[in-house]
């Protein structure tokens, strides 16, 4: 199938092919038809199957006409991170149409954002907290929000924001469109789903289960060995983008370092980084410089790498949620991507339970040069892998994860303020005005967000000034 199937507008037609899109990816091609047709989707796809796009392109398409300068397109987002990436979806796609869209986040001030709402525009991608607060000041009029969209409900639950969605739910109509994404679905977003779609369509990729043009596979290893299996293991795989991940931010660090000092070309997303650092490290994997990038779960959310072939779990995810949404940063729109996990024996009760996920045994592989029965050499390894407490899998990210990005990017955003809302006409917004960065909607260094502050004290405001995107 190609996107002439969809009769797109020539403006946005254009927009598709400006970005080199072929062909529409499985969840486009059954999800499109349908939301053009204006009725309430329910798609089940996780991050990198091309599910922005599938809700983007018929929202602008139903844009294009009626009034413009007021918001008739919400969608909500758990990360500052991926309510830009969302944002700046639509300005690529519909640079053709004389659109606009803002992104509304937190860690930023409001002023910018209050400018760009004032000015008129038809599209807002919003966190929950900080919509809620332009609601509660009057700065946002949702009256008119024809098309709602829940994006990664599932991770808007795992982050505690559900009370806010069904804030933001009912600050706009009952008559309107709702699509809601979600790459699982756990109880309470069946509940939230049956609240607020109508007769919805239900588009499931892949059974929610990892991108199936990702191959999986485990290697089982003593915790002290970690290291030295990977420094093993990383010349076996080709040219190809490596995203490691670790359990904590220390030993993101640590990795990394022993990977440098070993002469591979990595580096490290963590928060302890000054914000130079950290956006050289994004730049210099997305560009190639470095080929492994190894990262906590917070850190590396939505880094958006389509040359990323490989995702090694260092240390095995808590939930097969998260393995879910960490493979999801390989074979991304279809292209194919291997998904290695190092596995010690604490692990087997995770590891089954991924395997439940995925509906089958992953493959168990060793390397035949590699010494299993090594001794650890001195400070080249972990004695241990710190692990949180268990079972807990609706926490929140960790205080000290939400800090550590939270405030790098906030230095980042002081350094080069950046309009908050981008006109859609290329004219306005070249390539130049495209920006990525990795933040979580949760204000970090231990202080609340704009909107807990406002629910302890109701007349704490949004404090923080700073050039919004
Ligand atoms: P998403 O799942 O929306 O985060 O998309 C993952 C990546 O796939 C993004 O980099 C998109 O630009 C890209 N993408 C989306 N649709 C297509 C398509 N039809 N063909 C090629 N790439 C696509």
Redesign the pocket.
Known sequence: MTFSGFNLSPRIAAGVTQ???????PI?EKAIPPIMAGRDVMGLAQ???????AFALPILQRLERGPRRRPRSLIVAPTRELAE?IHQ?FVALGRQTGLRSVAIYGGVGMTQQVQALRNGVEIVVACPGRLLDHVGQGTVDLSGVEVLVLDEADRMFDMGFLPDVRRIVRAVPGRRQTLLFSATMPDDIKSLAAEVLTNPLTVQIGHAAPAETVSHALYPVPQHLKTALLKTLLPTLGQGSVLVFTRTKHRAKRVAEQLAAAGFRATALQGNLSQNKRQAALDGFREGAYQIMVATDIAARGI?V?SISHVINYDMPDTPEAYTHRIGRTG???RTGEAYTLVTPDDDADVRAVERLLGGRLERRTLSDFDYRARPANADEFARGPRPPRPQPKRAPAASERASVASVTHQRASAAPVPAVHPLPLGHDGPGGVHRTTMPERAGNGRPTNSQARRRNPSAGSSRVQGAR
Do not use: I, M, V
């Open positions: 970005l080199g899109y072929q062909e529409p990816t486009q991050t990198g199957t091309g599910k922005t796009a990436q979806s958006d389509l991304r729109a279809e």
